[in-house]
């Protein structure tokens, strides 16, 4: 990328070899904020060919398929993914696809199940895709341990992890699970 003080002469532009991309630079999206813009040229971005490396390759199905799906999510998934990505520099979008694609949800970062005191019996927990209201007689769990929880109510079971007959998640994996 070159910024640009003044757009180049034709001659000057003819002698580039390839295609030149001309842009405006915006140092944020709200543009009332981010002033002007900068002038800035870049060659062309150029395909290195045919040949990818496998590990590029190998994760051209996943992207395929989060790009894809990400519309035919139901509106309250999409919903829960729009409020957990405004604490994030991601879009919704982009958190759905990097969930999917690196496993962002179950890398640790998660709090063990916990509940927190200032909720209520009617409060919607999240849990790995499984919107669900939380049993009354699990208010008082304390932060940081594991436990089993049944739930009252399924809102909606993206994973297909609830199980209906028995009245229980299933966690479908060791590890970290959400409740907020």
């Not at 990505?85 to 199940?113: C, H, V």
């Not at 297909?160 to 590890?175: A, E, L, T």
Request: glycine share 8%; charged share 20%.
């Amino acid at each position: 990328m070159a910024k640009l003080g003044a757009l180049p002469a034709q001659a000057i532009i003819d002698g580039f070899k390839g295609v030149i991309d001309y842009y405006m630079n915006f140092q944020a999206c709200d543009r009332s904020i981010s002033g002007p813009g900068i002038p800035c040229a870049r060659s062309w971005p150029r395909s290195p060919g045919h040949d990818r490396a496998p590990s590029v390759q190998a994760g051209w199905d996943a992207f395929a398929w989060a790009a894809k799906n990400w519309n035919s999510l139901d509106p309250y998934v999409q919903e829960a993914y729009r409020q957990t990505a405004q604490e994030s520099n991601l879009t919704p979008r982009d958190l759905f696809m990097k969930g999917y694609i690196t496993d962002y949800f179950r890398e640790g970062q998660w709090d063990i199940l916990s509940k927190d005191p200032e909720f209520t019996p009617e409060e919607n927990v999240m849990l790995d895709c499984c919107n669900v209201y939380l049993s009354a007689d699990f208010l008082n769990i304390p932060s940081g341990i594991t436990t089993k929880v049944p739930f009252d109510t399924v809102l909606f079971d993206i994973g297909g992890n609830f199980d209906i007959v028995n009245n229980k998640f299933v966690c479908p994996r060791d590890g970290r699970y959400l409740c907020t």
